[in-house]
């Protein structure tokens, strides 16, 4: 199960891939990894974050958890960040809590203490969504901790309390907050557009049935995705939910900036310019599954045919180059005198 919080950079323009190099290097002595095709794209190293506290249940179970939250953050096309933490859940060898290092050893591996049901952790955790969570409210949430302790920095572990609940989203944020924080950025974003917050949970076909994914829109920033893959969980399940979260964000932006621009009767030229953003900014970087295991392709193939995200896409993609033809057209009409 993991968390991805997608946003615009805060930077007036596109930065380059030596300037991501220096955003994400978020430990000392390890390498930013950036690939230049299809398009710009950079990961940062991977970052443990020490965790014992209680799973999500849809049972309202007190399911307890201990061991170590796996997060990155990456830019794409120098212009969208995302925050990414998973976390594989497995059963523990014995109902009691043992030294860190053992859960060192096992990076991104959390073990659940005691009786669980795998489908009522999946339920808890895409169900239990309150609203409240994307305002700051607690209602009965614990509030994230910036001093929760990192055993990659050698801190030793949180006591189990029983009350604080597993909470992804806190440390993805908290990573992507760093990154936009940075002062080689600007922070004179060309728009204002939210965080969208994707929360996923993978299942393996061989104990939840054929291949499927269903992804659902809750609200304007937060989704979830159920999925059930073939094979063992590998890491490239995490980079289809990452693309999948990112390409949403372009989609719900897009709309947003059409919307915006095109809804209450601008006039022709003040319309055009609060559409040129999209062609300067999100336009080029609508490539999906470009980074998709070819194993997981096919449930990216599948939501291509429902809802269709590249359908919905393009049709916004047309409506701004018509109303940039349109205007340019009448402008060359007055300037002609015809």
């Known amino acids: 199960m993991g968390e991805v919080h997608t946003g615009l ?6 930065v380059a891939a030596s300037t991501c190099r220096r955003l994400l290097g978020l430990l000392a002595g390890q390498t930013v990894r950036v690939s230049r095709r299809p398009i710009v794209h950079a990961v940062s190293p991977d970052r443990l974050t020490g965790v014992d506290c209680r799973l999500p249940s849809a049972s309202q179970s007190r399911v307890r958890g201990v061991g170590t939250v796996l997060t990155r953050c990456s830019i794409t096309g120098g212009r969208v960040v995302q925050g990414s933490s998973y976390v594989r ?22 073990e659940v203490l005691g009786k669980a049901k795998p489908r009522d952790l999946s339920d808890g955790f895409t169900d239990d969504l309150p609203g409240d969570r994307l305002s700051g409210a607690s209602a009965g949430r614990t509030r994230p901790d910036p001093a929760r302790p990192d055993p990659a ?19 993805s944020g908290r990573f992507v907050d760093l990154v936009q924080s940075s002062p080689l950025l600007d922070r004179r974003a060309p728009f204002k557009i939210p965080r969208t917050r994707l929360r996923w949970v993978a299942e393996s076909a061989s104990e939840s049935g054929a291949p499927a994914i269903r992804f659902t829109l809750h609200n304007d920033q937060l989704r979830t995705l159920r999925l059930v893959h073939d094979g063992e969980f590998t890491p490239a399940v995490a980079e289809l939910c990452e693309d999948l979260a990112l390409h949403d964000w372009l989609l719900t932006t897009l709309l947003v900036i059409v919307e915006r621009a095109l809804t209450g009767g601008a006039p022709g ?19 999906p599954a470009a980074r998709v295991d070819e194993t997981l392709t096919p449930l990216w193939e599948s939501l291509e045919r429902y809802p269709g995200f590249t359908r919905q896409w393009q049709s916004l993609v047309d409506r701004i180059r018509d109303q940039i033809s349109v205007n340019m057209l009448t402008l060359l009409i007055r300037k002609g005198g015809w």
């Open 89 to 110: 859940i497995v059963r523990a060898a014995v109902d009691r809590r043992l030294p860190w290092s053992h859960y060192l050893a096992r990076p991104g591996v959390m």
């Open 269 to 287: 030229p003040e319309a055009v310019a609060k559409l040129t953003p999209a062609v300067d900014h999100l336009l080029h970087l609508w490539m």
């Open 9 to 14: 950079l805060q930077n007036s323009g596109e």
């Open 153 to 171: 920095r050698g801190d030793r572990g949180p006591g189990w309390s029983g009350s604080a609940p597993l909470d992804l989203g806190a440390i």
